[in-house]
């Protein structure tokens, strides 16, 4: 089978399979489509991949299916050895899978290493653990007895975006530990790293057929495993719009589960009581960690009014600068963002906030270099109704506004149709509860932002979607519950 060998930290050879992960094996696919991967630090060319077609995805939903017959039979501890066996794979070339995920994606590469890859192991062992406590419950009946199973529910897909190789893991985890078979499509942007992770889950000993990767198109193998009949799941990460696609397919074919982790715009809510140093590092971070190209990012800021004005220029002083260029390099602390269109799209919005008006803080701007960099920006005084307040950039955008009361905020923080995540800075106890409880989001981080960590489970309210990944909470969704009861009387 063919294979790309590119350049990762300190010059290293890495050498890449190109085919199809089907059956432990890489093969092409049938009719030839490949993919091209480029760098977008250089906007260069960097590798072809195989691209599965409808085809190609039968083939791996047949894998999945063959396996899964004995998989299902599996110790509960075969899993577990499984997972913890890739997590040490995983963790040893932790600086393999960093590489990739910098030079495809433009991720730095010390984040990918310290947060994605680690984070890719904690999720392994987090669920190696579990995977021999999937357990039910007993429950008295008047006829006797009755039990509940939590039995895996077969063949199950997930379909990932390019931000970021953690997102894969939290999938691949929980549908492992619960005894599924699983087929995960990667996204066009960023296929080289879950190659790699395809080489190790055969070194790591998973029978034939457990796990499946297909490099391919969303429009294509991404569509092609939400109509699926035989498909039984399927785990979503990526944008509203794709959700709602993947929902409609979903409905039409065999109401196949559906998980969905969705877009955000994710409200910071800075109080004059805050710790005005420690809000600062975090709102910094939150909006300009991976060049905002996080679910999560933290690019609505809302700061009391009677702080406004000194926050805001501390703000623009610790978040205008940053060092451009080559991801792989540690004095660089901004990479590209993931591509052409994304760079378009967030210099459309900033060119939005330009034109209407908006108070430009800093940036603004297309940063020097062939590849895709953009200046951190911050626009402040932002309407309520402005689409820069309104929708997600997933760029190193920040929308800025002042506020006076908390019932005035909490209204204009849930003003929004999605509820991702959202961040508040105070040290009055009582008001981080009461501020919390209202919030619309499915996760509240209180005096930080994004933390992650792999016993806490992440995913959306309103249209930032539904299902959880990490945490226990994510095994509910990759089992299915079955009550048996037992007459006892005759
Ligand atoms: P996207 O276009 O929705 O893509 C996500 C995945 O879906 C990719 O693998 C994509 O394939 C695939 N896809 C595209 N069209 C499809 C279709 N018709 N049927 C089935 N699959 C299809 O999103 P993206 O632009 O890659 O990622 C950025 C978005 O994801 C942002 O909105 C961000 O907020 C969201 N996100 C959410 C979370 C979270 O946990 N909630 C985490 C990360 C990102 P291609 O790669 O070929 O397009
Ligand atoms: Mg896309």
Known sequence: MTSVTVRGIEGREITVQTGLF????????????????ENPTTATHLATVSAAQKEDVDLAVQSAKKAFATWKKA???????????????????????????????????????????????????????????????????????????????????????????????????PAIAAGNTLIIKTAELTPLWGQKVGEMIREAGFPPGVVNILP?????????????DEVKKLA???????????????????????????????????????DIENALLWTTIGITAS?????????RIYVQDTIYEKFLAEFSKRSRDAVHGDP????????????????????????????????????GEKLPGDG?????????????????????????????????????????????????????????VNRALRVSEAL?????????WGLVHANTSFGGMKQSGFGRDMGHEALDGWTVTKTVKYNLLN
């Not at 899978?97 to 192991?121: K, M, N, T």
Request: with cysteine; glycine share 10%.
């Open 236 to 274: 979503f990460t990526g944008s509203t719009a794709t959700g709602r696609r993947i929902m409609q397919a979903a409905a039409r074919s065999n109401l196949k589960k559906v998980s969905l982790e969705l877009g955000g715009k994710g409200p910071s809510i800075v109080f004059d009581d805050a």
């Open 440 to 448: 619309e989001t499915g996760t509240v981080t209180v005096n930080c």
């Open 328 to 363: 792989l390099l540690p004095e660089t602390t901004k990479g590209a963002v993931a591509s052409s269109a994304q760079l378009d799209k967030i210099l459309s919005y900033v060119e939005k906030g330009k034109s209407s008006g908006l108070r430009l803080l800093h940036g």
């Open 75 to 173: 110790e509960p501890s075969t899993r577990r050895e499984l997972l913890n066996k890739l997590a040490d794979i995983v963790e040893r070339d932790g600086p393999v899978l960093a590489s990739l995920e910098a030079i495809e994606g433009g991720f730095l590469y010390r984040d990918s290493l310290g947060l994605h890859v680690a984070q890719a192991v904690e999720n392994l062992r987090y669920f190696a653990g579990w995977a021999d406590k999937v357990d039910g419950t007993t429950m008295s009946i008047a006829q006797g007895l009755a039990y509940t199973r939590r039995q895996p529910i077969g063949v199950c897909a997930a379909i990932v975006p390019w931000n970021t190789l953690m997102i894969f893991f939290w999938k691949l985890a």
């Open 216 to 228: 391919g198109l969303g429009s294509v193998a991404g569509q092609a495993l939400s109509e699926h």
């Open 372 to 428: 895709y960099f953009v200046a951190n920006t911050a626009f402040a005084d932002v309407g309520q109704s402005h689409s820069v307040m309104r929708e997600e950039i997933f760029g190193p955008v920040a929308s800025i506004a002042s506020f006076s009361t908390e019932q005035e905020v909490i209204d204009k923080a849930n003003d929004s149709d999605l509820g991702l995540n959202s961040a508040v800075f105070t040290n009055n």
């Open 291 to 299: 060049n905002g190209q996080i679910c999560a990012a933290g690019s």
């Open 22 to 37: 089907i059956d432990n094996e890489f093969v092409p696919a049938q009719n030839g489509a490949t993919l091209d991967v």
